[in-house]
C-alpha cells in the first residue's frame, strides 16, 4: 500500500538552482532564484508586497533538497493562490468567506456532556463577545448541528470586516476553510487573538472526543499539516504592510 501511494504522487522536479533571494520590483518584492524570477503557475511573477514575507517565501525555496515539494511550501502555494486566483475574483472569495458566517463553526453547541458544553463554551463565546464588542456583529448560539438562520443584520456587520486587499484577503479565506469559522479567520485578521489559541479553539471538538476516545493519529496528522496552512495564512497577515492590511469589506 505504501508503495500504491507512493506511485500515485507526482513526480517532484529536481532543484536546479544553487540560491534564492529577494529584488524589489514593480510587482512588489519579487522571488528570485539564481537571480531570475519564480513565476506562478499562471506565469505570472512570484511577488509578495513586502520584504519580509517575500524573504520567508524565499526560504522556502532555500529549504528545498534535491526536489521540489510543494507540499513543503504552504507559503509559496498561498503566495500563487493569492496572485493567480484571488486577486481576479476577491468577490467570490469574499462571498465564499461571508457564508460561513451563517454557520459559524463558534455558534453551534453541543448539548450534552457538560464538559463538552464548557469547552465549547470557554473556546466559543470570547469569539462572540469580540463580534459583538467588535464588529457590532450579534451572532445566537444554535443547540445542536441543524441549521439556524443567524440574523441578517449580525452577518452584515461581520461581512463588512472581509479585506478586500488580495493578500489579506486570501489569507482570511484560507484560515477561514481551515477553522471552519470566519470569525475566528477575522479575529486572526484584526490581531484580537493569538494564532495559537484560534487553532486550539477550531478544535475543542476534536480534542474532546480524543481526550474519550484516545488519540486518532491519522487525524492528527491531517491536523498538522493543516496547521502549516493556517500558520502561514497568520504569517501573511502579520507581515503585510499597512497599506495593505487596513483594508475591509464594505459591502
Not at 472526543?209 to 502579520?238: H, N, P, Y
Amino acid at each position: 500500500m505504501a508503495a500504491a501511494r507512493r506511485g500515485m504522487r507526482p513526480a517532484l522536479r529536481k532543484r536546479f538552482y544553487q540560491a534564492a533571494g529577494v529584488a524589489e520590483g514593480p510587482d512588489g518584492f519579487a522571488v528570485l532564484l539564481d537571480g531570475k524570477p519564480v513565476l506562478t503557475p499562471r506565469r505570472r511573477a512570484l511577488a509578495a508586497p513586502s520584504a519580509p514575507l517575500a524573504r520567508l517565501i524565499a526560504e522556502e525555496w532555500d529549504a528545498q533538497a534535491q526536489e521540489i515539494d510543494p507540499a513543503r511550501m504552504p507559503l509559496t502555494r498561498l503566495a500563487n493562490a493569492v496572485i493567480d486566483a484571488v486577486a481576479e475574483a476577491a468577490d467570490a472569495v469574499a462571498a465564499e468567506v461571508a457564508r460561513y458566517l451563517g454557520c459559524d463553526l463558534a455558534c453551534y453547541r453541543a448539548e450534552t456532556p457538560e464538559e463538552l458544553v464548557a469547552a465549547q463554551a470557554a473556546a466559543f463565546d470570547p469569539v462572540l463577545a469580540w463580534a459583538r464588542e467588535g464588529l457590532g456583529a450579534r451572532f445566537v448560539t444554535v443547540a445542536g448541528v441543524m441549521h439556524a438562520p443567524q440574523p441578517p443584520e449580525a452577518i452584515a456587520a461581520a461581512r463588512a470586516a472581509i479585506p478586500k486587499d488580495p493578500w489579506r484577503l486570501g489569507a482570511v479565506s484560507s484560515a477561514t476553510a481551515l477553522t471552519g469559522s470566519a470569525l475566528l479567520a477575522l479575529m486572526l485578521a484584526q490581531g484580537a487573538r493569538e494564532a495559537a489559541a484560534i487553532w486550539t479553539s477550531a478544535h475543542v471538538d476534536e480534542d474532546w472526543q480524543m481526550s474519550q476516545w484516545g488519540r486518532d493519529e491519522i487525524a492528527l496528522a491531517r491536523r498538522d499539516f493543516r496547521k502549516t496552512e493556517f500558520d502561514a495564512a497568520a504569517t501573511v497577515l502579520w507581515l503585510l504592510p499597512p497599506s495593505a492590511s487596513g483594508e475591509s469589506e464594505s459591502g
